[in-house]
C-alpha cells in the first residue's frame, strides 16, 4: 500500500475518562454504527460504509482483522480504543449498542471539514487562511480522500494564491504532489518572483527543490514566447506577433459561431477600413492583411503582461479590455470589439493553459 507518509500522526491511546461530547447534526444519527472520536474528544457518530466508501485508509483497517478485544489496530492515522466497561461483549455483535470508538490524530473542526461534503447538500467548504486550510488538506491527504481533495483545493485557492512559496514547500514537506503542483501553477502568477515572500515552510525545502521551480516559471514563460514575442518589441514585430495570434484563433465555424452571430469574422482581421491592404475582394476568412493597429497595440500590453507574469491571471485585469476599446476608432469595431475581445481572452487563456500543461515539472 502506498500509504501517505506519517510525519505528524501519533497512534493515540486514550484512557477514555475524559469528558466527550456529540458532534452536530447530522454526525449524531443514532443509527450510525461507527463512532469516530477526534483528538479534542468530540464523538462523531457516522455509518461504517460512507468511511469505507470514502477512504482506503478506513477501508482497510474496518478490514484487517480485529482483535477480540479491539486495541491495537494499526494504522497511521487511526487507533481504537475499547469501549469504556465493554465487558465481554464480542464488539462486533452488539455494536448497536456502543461501537468501540475510533480515535483519530485530527481535531473535530478538521473532520467535519473534511466529512461533510459526503452528506446531502453540503456546502462548500471555506477556509479563513491558508493556516486553517492546513489540517484539512493534509487529514484529507493522508485518509486519500481523493474525491473531495479538488473541492478543498479549490477552497483552499485563494489563499495559495496568496503565497504559493509556501503552499508549495508544504506540500513538499509531506510529499502531496497534487497540491505542490497547484502550487507551482499560482507561482507563476507571483509579481516579484526574485524576492519571495518569506514562510515558516521555507525551513525545509531545498535549493534545488526551489532551482525547479524557478526553471519551470522560466519554462512557461518561453512556451509562450512564440505568441506574444520576446521584450523590446519594435512596432513592426508586434505587429508580426499579433499576426500570429490567427495561427491557434478558431476560425469562424465549431464553438465561436455558437458564441458570435454566423457571419461575423474577427474585426481586427476582416475589418476593411482598420487593416490595411485588406478589401471586398479578399476572402472572407483573410489574415494575410494582417491585424487592426488598435489591435497590435492591445496584443502589445497582453505580450507586456505576460512577459512579466507567465500566467492567465496576468490578463484577467478589466483594464486591459477597457483600454483596448477606447482605442478602437471605427464604428464597425466598435460594435463587436468587446464580445470579441473577450471570448479571445477566454480563447487566450485556454491556449496558455494547454502550453504550460506540456511544461515537465518534477515536484518529488
Ligand atoms: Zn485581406
Ligand atoms: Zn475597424
Same mark, same amino acid.
Given at each position: ?16 475518562? #475524559? #469528558? ?259 478589401? +471586398? ?8 492583411? +494582417? ?8 496584443? +502589445? ?33 466598435? #460594435? ?14 485556454? #491556449? ?13
Amino acid at each position: 500500500m502506498n500509504s501517505p507518509t506519517s510525519t505528524t500522526y501519533h497512534t493515540m491511546s486514550w484512557e477514555s475518562d #475524559e #469528558e466527550t461530547r456529540m458532534a452536530p447534526a447530522p454526525f449524531n444519527n443514532p443509527w450510525a454504527d461507527t463512532i469516530v472520536r477526534t483528538m479534542d474528544n468530540v464523538d462523531f457518530h457516522v455509518f461504517r460504509w460512507m468511511l469505507e466508501d470514502a477512504s482506503p485508509v478506513f477501508a482497510s483497517m474496518f478490514t484487517s482483522p480485529r482483535p477480540s478485544k479491539a486495541r491495537n489496530l494499526r494504522s497511521p492515522v487511526v487507533s481504537t480504543a475499547s469501549p469504556p466497561d465493554s465487558g465481554d461483549s464480542s464488539g462486533e455483535g452488539s455494536a448497536a449498542a456502543s461501537p468501540a470508538p475510533i480515535s483519530i490524530s485530527e481535531t473535530s473542526r478538521t473532520l467535519e471539514t473534511l466529512l461533510r461534503p459526503y452528506y446531502p447538500f453540503p456546502s462548500p467548504p471555506t477556509f479563513t487562511s491558508f493556516d486553517d486550510a492546513q489540517p484539512v488538506l493534509l487529514a484529507a491527504y493522508k485518509l486519500q480522500l481523493t474525491r473531495i481533495a479538488p473541492t478543498l483545493a479549490q477552497a483552499a485557492l485563494p489563499h495559495i494564491k496568496q503565497n504559493p512559496l509556501r503552499a508549495y514547500a508544504f506540500a513538499l514537506r509531506y510529499g502531496m504532489e497534487d497540491l505542490a503542483r497547484l502550487a507551482a501553477h499560482e507561482f507563476l502568477a507571483v509579481e516579484n518572483p526574485d524576492i519571495p515572500a518569506d514562510s515558516e515552510e521555507l525551513e525545509d525545502m531545498t535549493v534545488r527543490q526551489y532551482r525547479r521551480l524557478v526553471v519551470y516559471r522560466r519554462e512557461c514563460a518561453a512556451a509562450l514566447q512564440d505568441l506574444i514575442g520576446p521584450t523590446n518589441m519594435s512596432l513592426k514585430k508586434e505587429s508580426e506577433y499579433s499576426g500570429r495570434v490567427s495561427e491557434w484563433l478558431p476560425k469562424y465555424s465549431g464553438r465561436v459561431s455558437e458564441w458570435l452571430p454566423k457571419d461575423t469574422v474577427w474585426t481586427w482581421f476582416g475589418c476593411r477600413s482598420c487593416v490595411k491592404g485588406h478589401s +471586398g475582394a479578399c476572402p472572407r476568412e483573410c489574415t494575410q492583411h +494582417g491585424t487592426a493597429s488598435w489591435f497590435r497595440a492591445h496584443w +502589445g500590453r497582453i505580450g507586456d503582461r505576460l512577459r512579466a507574469r507567465p500566467s492567465p491571471d496576468a490578463i484577467e485585469d478589466p483594464r486591459l479590455l477597457s483600454q483596448a476599446l477606447s482605442s478602437v476608432r471605427c464604428d464597425a469595431c466598435n #460594435e463587436v470589439a468587446y464580445t470579441q475581445l473577450l471570448r479571445l481572452m477566454e480563447l487566450l487563456a485556454e #491556449e496558455i493553459e494547454r502550453r504550460f500543461a506540456q511544461v515537465p515539472l518534477q515536484v518529488l
